[in-house]
């Protein structure tokens, strides 16, 4: 089966590369195809090229590395005699899923420099100069757009000339984006009139527009300076004497209309508005059955009666409302009221209330088949106040290969409130091959701190999360031979109780308005368990047992501290190619009342996650390397762990990504424990346990998920040290069972 599927795949490479060498074939004769065009900036360094490239008009086709245009290589696979039937489809297919030849367009080229002179001026370089370098081969035309900066203009002198005072002081305060000594670009100009716009209006100047502002540039004689000076726009001054009045007049909200389940295919004619007025005098309209009560209104709307009008509440009302699960659609719009006062107007459309799905898988792991199903029900209403209710279950069911069978049984509910608030509910069985069985009871409340417009963080907290892990029945050759023996494994298979408490950020500077700009991703998060349990045991005087631990009902209480973050950089090559680094580290720490950290608290290496040369559980800790038993897989966790990845990933079709790779880290135990020899952090050996693998990958991108496939290979395994082989080369016994792994997967992984 390997050997035919590499047979077809070096078949359909060949064909490409053959289709390669004659990129032209759909040329038409006495045209050309556009084969390279970049931009060069000649004298000033600090001119991102990359910025500037996304100003020409023409660019080549789709390059998958740099340089192989396979898009366009698939498309010249189609036969260019299509009289048959059969080649027609052929040519249709091809032409379906390629990419047609860019043909060179002299006058698009004209059109691109004059973009780029406009964009150097923009950015202060008023003398820029913009030229061309062509080179024509075997109809080919490869251009390069040489751009000349010269010596960039600074502002040297800032004035303010508008007559209206509420508008000069916002202008001139401390706040302003333009300053005398930075040099001229004309989006911080852009930047200044946004800002002043959005002061305005927040403070009630509701028909004030930034179109309304412009600047105006001077330069100076004989030096690089520029004056500039912020006006009203001509048309303004030439506004009647109405118009002018609405421009200086701070608006009042005098009510505000809610219809509610609003339907735009029902005529007006047909609908009954229904009228209240609540003790803030805010009047209510909706017509149809009411499906969410006036105080989960008011919660989710900041436009309150007798305030001043402001965007800001405006927008913040948006994001809150269109936030609450059965809305479906929001529009807030305003209208005069009287002198100085404005009605709103808030229309809300019902979404879907409730949903339901079942699930049903084949598993296959490790030579391993099983089957699981799941069933979840959704109630995005359920008191009428935009209350989310989830039940569901789900159950598996693994035939092992050795005879043995692992069963899993799992039940969750959870009520989130449109404060934020989530209460959530879980229980689990697991009767497992290794003759144990066992269940971990939950119960959690967290909240998810509202994000604040324009805030680049998010803010999450579990204010408590309680697990009970219970261990009713476990065989005796089961405790004898592994966990009678073993600190670690004892740990995991008591019952033991956990009561944690955890804070969540999150940090993104990916910005809608240029999607392909480079951004930064951060999440870190902090959790502690069992301190309050500790000192309230301790300041009770309660008795310990025999282990010197604390319990609560008998049972022994975890208490660690853990903490965890992740750095992610996407370096924007191009719409189509992207870079990206990621850097997570994880430390983990059990005190007081606990020596190992819970079975479930602890770090795992490997997965499609982490380092993909190895399935999830099967790497470290350290260079520890197991006898093959099953109960390795539960010795292969740690208290500390560090993946670094670097991923290039660059799109074929609108549908289709492919990546290639490398990742680098592994997990390490904080303390020595005997059952995991090499498995310790140390501080003069790990950097030589840091595992490494490669490979390549592939997205379909069907616009709900992402569904992801990665092939890795391992490159660095530390744990066969004992034998002198980390380094999987041919030379070193390289297999496709042992050093090679598939992953499936959700999502991209970071």
Not at 348 to 376: L, P
């Amino acid at each position: 089966m390997l050997r035919e599927v590499c047979t077809y795949g070096f078949l359909f490479v060949l064909m490409l590369l053959l289709a390669s060498c004659n990129a032209t074939k759909f040329v038409p004769e006495g045209q050309y195809l556009l084969n390279k065009a970049r931009v060069k900036c000649v004298d000033d360094k600090s001119v991102s090229a990359s910025d500037l490239s996304s100003y020409l008009r023409q660019h080549q086709n789709t390059e998958i590395l740099g340089f192989w245009k396979l898009q366009l290589h698939v498309y010249n696979t189609a036969p260019a005699d299509t009289t048959t039937k059969t080649k027609k489809t052929l040519a249709r297919n091809a032409h379906k899923m390629g990419e047609a030849p860019v043909i060179y367009d002299e006058d698009l080229t004209r059109v691109s420099m004059q973009q780029l002179e406009q964009q150097m001026n923009n950015m202060g370089y008023f003398q820029a100069e913009v030229d061309t370098h062509k080179v024509i081969k075997n109809r080919k035309v490869d251009i390069t757009y040489l751009v000349t900066a010269h010596q960039p203009y600074y502002i040297r002198h800032y004035s303010v000339d508008i007559p209206e005072e509420a508008v000069r002081v916002i202008a001139e305060d401390e706040r302003c984006k333009v300053q005398p000594g930075a040099q001229f670009s004309t989006e911080v100009l852009d930047a200044e009139r946004e800002r002043i716009a959005a002061v305005l209006r927040n403070r009630g100047y509701f028909y004030f527009e930034k179109s309304m502002l412009e600047f105006t540039a001077d330069s100076a004689l004989n030096s690089h300076e520029v004056d500039v000076k912020l006006h009203f726009a001509p048309y303004v001054m030439q506004l009647d004497e109405e118009s002018l009045t609405r421009l200086r007049t701070r608006y009042t909200i005098r009510d505000v209309h809610y219809q509610i389940d609003y339907d735009p295919n029902r005529l007006p004619d047909s609908v009954t508005l229904k009228r209240e007025t609540d003790r803030f005098g805010n009047e209510y309209s909706w017509s149809g059955r009411r499906f969410l009560r006036k105080n989960a209104l008011r919660t989710a709307s900041r436009i309150r009666r007798g305030d001043r009008y402001s965007q800001a509440r405006v927008e913040r009302t948006y994001a809150r409302m269109n936030a609450l699960a059965p809305v479906k659609y929001v529009d807030i719009a305003f209208v005069p009221a009287g002198d100085s006062l404005l009605g709103c107007f808030v229309t809300i459309s019902r979404g879907r209330m409730n949903s339901f799905a079942v699930e049903v898988e084949g598993t296959y792991s490790a030579g391993d088949w099983g089957v699981a199903a799941g069933v979840n029900y959704s109630n995005k209403n359920l008191f009428h106040g935009a209350e989310v209710f989830t039940i569901g279950g789900r159950a598996s069911y693994e035939w092992r290969a050795n005879g043995g069978r692992a069963i899993e049984a799992k039940a969750e509910t959870g009520l989130q409130f449109a404060s934020n608030v989530k209460i959530n509910i879980a229980f689990n069985f697991q009767q497992r091959p290794e003759e144990y069985t066992r269940t971990i009871a939950n119960a959690g409340l967290s909240y998810l701190v509202p994000r604040k417009p324009g805030s680049r963080w998010m803010h999450s907290f579990n204010l408590i999360d309680i697990n009970y892990i219970y261990v009713p029945w476990m065989s005796d050759a089961f405790y004898k031979n592994f966990i009678k023996r073993s600190t670690v494994l004892r740990a995991s298979y008591e019952d033991h109780f956990i009561m944690d408490w955890s804070y969540m950020g999150t940090y993104s500077t990916y910005n809608s308005r240029f999607p392909h700009r480079p951004y930064v991703q951060l999440a870190m998060r902090v959790e502690t368990a069992g301190n309050a349990l500790y000192a309230l045991s301790k300041a009770a005087n309660l008795q310990q047992n025999e282990k010197g631990q604390y319990a609560l009902w008998r049972i022994p209480f975890a208490q660690y501290a853990k903490g965890d973050i992740n750095f992610t950089y996407h370096g924007i090559i191009n719409p189509k190619h992207q870079l990206v680094t990621h850097l997570g580290i994880g430390v983990a720490v059990p005190y007081l009342n606990a020596t190992v950290l819970p079975f479930e608290k602890r770090y795992f290496g490997g997965g499609a996650n982490g380092i993909r040369g190895w399935q999830a559980r099967t790497l470290g800790p350290g260079a520890f390397h197991g006898d093959g038993s099953t109960m390795v897989y539960d010795l292969q966790v740690g208290d500390i762990k560090l993946d670094a990845n670097l991923e290039y990933r660059f799109k074929v079709l609108s549908f289709l990504e492919l990546a290639a790779f490398l990742d680098a880290g592994n997990i390490w135990t904080i303390k020595d424990y005997p059952e995991q020899p090499e498995g310790a952090f140390v501080w003069d050996k790990f950097y030589k346990q840091i595992a490494w693998s490669y490979g390549v990958g592939v997205r379909f991108d069907l616009s709900i998920f992402i569904f992801r496939v990665d092939f890795g290979v391992k490159l660095h395994d530390p744990s066969r040290i004992w034998e002198n082989k980390q380094w999987r080369t041919v030379q070193n016994g390289l297999k496709w069972k042992d050093d090679m792994t598939f992953h499936f997967a959700i999502g991209y992984p970071f």
